[in-house]
């Protein structure tokens, strides 16, 4: 077990920071217990699996408290993880329903989890589908190909599970792909990422528009993928997600008052550069919703195929 506490020279939403990590209500890498007050991650180092409880205290400082091989590299890496290597400085809100986001939300940083892979796996899973089937294909690979969470039982909440491995997950067999719902598309862009999945981790690196380029040079991965990549693994405040399906129309809906396309959404974000992405984050955490005008998108099975 490994330990750390880390006081913020900064306001921090805590919970707000931590979300995009979290894929979904039935995530098993996720948990958050105690009426909020624990948030339970796991994930991959380079040093094997960690499983992480973060607290805040009273007095608002933050401890981790951390199990597995990988607990040592997750915990000092708390800062980080948290914002600490964000800077917002010099962002200027150009819009109302920006300006009041940043009024609101004065603890919301971009975190930088440090790992590529534990990201880049369930957003290719997100290409082109819904996030209900997003999401239960993580699942299903999780379950079935992630290590149980390393720690106690009894302390570490039951059922949480290591994000599957690229040694795993090049080990999957075809009718687990069928299973887990996921296309032929999917699959072939998650094992050609999963044979280098060692150098790719050097985009977090770099960071930027550099550790992008390094993510679209893996066939498949294009981008918008990049981008939620980039956005996780190292806070990048300048991806923004084209090619989003709800991206584009939530932000011009709020900015605007209209949909959007991508060539709409480069225009209106323009002022933001290079802090887009930012930008975005304060949209989506500013409660506004884009008016619904049909049916939702239905989801397609594709184990039924």
């Keep these: ?150 720690g106690p039982a009894g302390v570490v909440p039951d059922g949480m599970r290591v994000p599957p491995t690229p040694e795993r997950i090049r080990e999957v067999p075809e009718w687990e792909w069928h299973r887990a719902g996921v296309d032929h598309a999917r699959r072939s862009a998650i094992l050609h990422a999963a ?30 993928t990049a981008a939620e990549v980039a956005q996780r693994a190292w806070g990048d405040p300048d991806a923004v997600s084209f090619g989003d399906f709800h991206v584009p129309n939530t932000v011009g809906w709020a900015l605007l008052g209209h949909d959007l396309d991508d060539a709409g959404l480069l225009e209106v974000l323009a002022p933001y550069a290079p802090q887009r992405q930012r930008a975005v984050r304060y949209i989506e955490a500013s409660g506004f919703r884009r008016p619904r005008f049909g049916p939702r998108f239905s989801p397609r099975d594709y184990r039924a195929l």
Excluded: C, N
């Design 195 to 224: 044979v280098v999945a060692h150098r790719l981790e050097r985009a977090a690196e770099l960071g930027g528009e550099a550790g992008r380029a390094l993510l679209r040079r893996i066939r498949g991965i294009g981008v918008w």
């Design 1 to 150: 077990m490994r330990d750390r506490e880390w006081r913020p020279p900064f306001p921090l939403d805590l919970y707000g920071v931590l979300a995009p990590l979290r894929r979904g209500r039935g995530d098993p890498t996720w948990r958050t217990v105690a009426d909020g007050g624990v948030i339970w991650r796991v994930s991959t180092t380079p040093d094997g699996p960690a499983t992480v409880a973060i607290r805040r205290r009273p007095d608002g400082t933050v401890r981790a408290s951390g199990w597995g091989p990988g607990a040592g590299w997750e915990v000092d890496r708390l800062p980080s993880l948290l914002g600490a290597d964000d800077d917002p400085a010099g962002f200027t809100a150009h819009h109302p329903v920006v300006a009041d986001a940043v009024r609101r939300r004065p603890g919301l940083r971009l975190g930088a989890s440090g790992r590529v892979w534990d990201t880049l796996l369930p957003a290719v899973l997100e290409q082109k589908v819904t996030g209900t089937e997003a999401r239960r294909s993580f699942r299903e690979l999780a379950w079935h190909f992630g290590d149980p969470a390393p």
